[in-house]
């Protein structure tokens, strides 16, 4: 059962790297100003980039929580995460 969890963390790992890679190769960064709907689209990097991070942050803190046989009803918080 653990092991489905890292494979799918792994995964998206790799999967970002390369997505990374493929956009600097495809679509360098050259310091223009582009159309605003790029423009209004790259806003959102906060968004998708530092959310899932946190999310994640979130995890280990419920993770450690758990830690106290008391807080049982955290496993579902930590599974949602």
Request: net charge positive.
């Amino acid at each position: 059962m653990q092991s489905r969890p890292r494979s799918i963390l792994i995964g998206s790992a790799a999967f970002s790297v390369v997505l990374l890679m493929a956009l600097v190769r495809f679509v360098p960064p050259d310091g223009r100003e582009h159309a605003e709907l790029a423009q209004f689209l790259g806003r959102f990097h906060l968004l998708v980039i530092h959310f899932p991070i946190a999310l994640l942050l979130l995890a280990l803190l419920l993770e450690l929580a758990m830690l106290d046989q008391r807080r049982v009803a955290l496993r579902q918080s930590r599974t949602l995460c």
